[in-house]
């Protein structure tokens, strides 16, 4: 991932209505989805630590750390309070069977070998443990946004089913969100495309009025996935398990 749009987010994750209304949702999903508060929780890719910070504030009697590849971002994060070291998501710096929750929001489409990632997730979880993931959905949006982040993909539904067939996890819940505001997300990216536009799309903050109304868009998400799954959207989120027998 380009290193200076990584740090770039450290000045925008605690206002930029996508940030924002996904680390709601997230987690939201936790809390509906994890019956039991975990005491080892790792979030690979953590970046600069926003949502690492909300882990641990969420569940305060775990031990909440972070594993990330850029020195610049890891420093970020040291600053918020949180515990981060080194490590990338097909070489986790964990013992076999010791965490209880491994997050990885927006990672898995940076491995080029999903089997080696997920693999590690299911070598670190311990029997009953959880992880929980997202992803860009619909490779329809391909755009400059995913070859500037560095994607190897962008998933469907089926796709990431099949990706966590290669390893003996068992899916809880596998939904997509950011679903309202996909018609604005697909428009911005086909313009992208007619323009050649070679940046990233989406990641400047918009102006404070559009930025409150984009954010109550998409955190409204929350009420719809507490009533089922969503059909379609940019993002996809899933929820699978250690077999508590493995």
Same mark, same amino acid.
Request: aromatic share 6%; proline share 7%; glycine share 8%.
């Given at each position: 991932?380009?290193?200076?749009?990584?740090?770039?987010?450290?000045?925008?994750?605690?206002?930029?209505?996508?940030?924002?209304?996904?680390?709601?949702?997230? /987690?939201?999903?936790?809390?509906?989805?994890?019956?039991?508060?975990?005491?080892?929780?790792?979030?690979?890719?953590?970046?600069?630590?926003?949502?690492?910070?909300?882990?641990?504030?969420?569940?305060?009697?775990?031990?909440? !750390?972070?594993?990330?590849?850029?020195?610049?971002?890891?420093?970020?994060? !040291?600053?918020?309070?949180?515990?981060?070291?080194?490590?990338?998501?097909?070489?986790?710096?964990?013992?076999?069977?010791?965490?209880?929750?491994?997050?990885?929001?927006?990672?898995?489409?940076?491995?080029?070998?999903?089997a080696a990632a997920l693999s590690e997730a299911y070598r670190v979880l311990r029997p009953g443990g959880h992880l929980?993931?997202?992803?860009?959905?619909?490779?329809?949006?391909?755009?400059?946004?995913?070859?500037?982040?560095?994607?190897?993909?962008?998933?469907?539904? !089926?796709?990431?089913?099949?990706?966590?067939?290669?390893?003996p996890l068992e899916t809880r819940r596998i939904t997509y969100f950011d679903t309202?505001?996909?018609?604005?997300?697909?428009?911005?990216?086909?313009?992208?495309?007619?323009?050649?536009?070679?940046?990233?799309?989406?990641?400047?903050?918009?102006?404070?009025?559009?930025?409150?109304?984009?954010?109550?868009?998409? !955190?409204?998400?929350?009420?719809?996935?507490?009533?089922?799954?969503?059909?379609?959207? /940019?993002?996809?989120?899933?929820?699978?398990?250690?077999?508590?027998?493995?």
């Amino acid at each position: 991932m380009d290193e200076r749009l990584l740090m770039s987010f450290e000045s925008i994750e605690d206002v930029h209505w996508w940030f924002v209304a996904r680390r709601d949702i997230v /987690m939201e999903c936790l809390r509906r989805g994890i019956p039991d508060a975990p005491e080892e929780i790792l979030e690979i890719g953590c970046g600069t630590g926003a949502f690492l910070a909300d882990l641990a504030r969420a569940y305060p009697g775990a031990r909440a !750390r972070g594993v990330e590849p850029s020195a610049g971002a890891r420093d970020a994060a !040291r600053r918020l309070g949180c515990d981060v070291v080194e490590g990338v998501f097909d070489a986790l710096p964990a013992s076999d069977e010791s965490i209880d929750l491994l997050v990885a929001l927006d990672v898995l489409e940076h491995c080029e070998s999903e089997a080696a990632a997920l693999s590690e997730a299911y070598r670190v979880l311990r029997p009953g443990g959880h992880l929980l993931l997202t992803v860009p959905a619909m490779p329809s949006l391909w755009s400059s946004h995913d070859e500037v982040n560095g994607h190897y993909r962008r998933y469907t539904a !089926r796709t990431l089913r099949a990706a966590l067939e290669l390893v003996p996890l068992e899916t809880r819940r596998i939904t997509y969100f950011d679903t309202l505001l996909l018609p604005f997300g697909a428009a911005a990216r086909t313009l992208g495309r007619v323009v050649r536009w070679e940046g990233p799309i989406g990641v400047a903050t918009p102006a404070p009025p559009l930025n409150r109304a984009l954010l109550a868009v998409f !955190r409204s998400e929350r009420s719809l996935l507490r009533r089922g799954n969503l059909p379609r959207g /940019m993002s996809l989120l899933l929820l699978a398990a250690r077999p508590a027998n493995a």
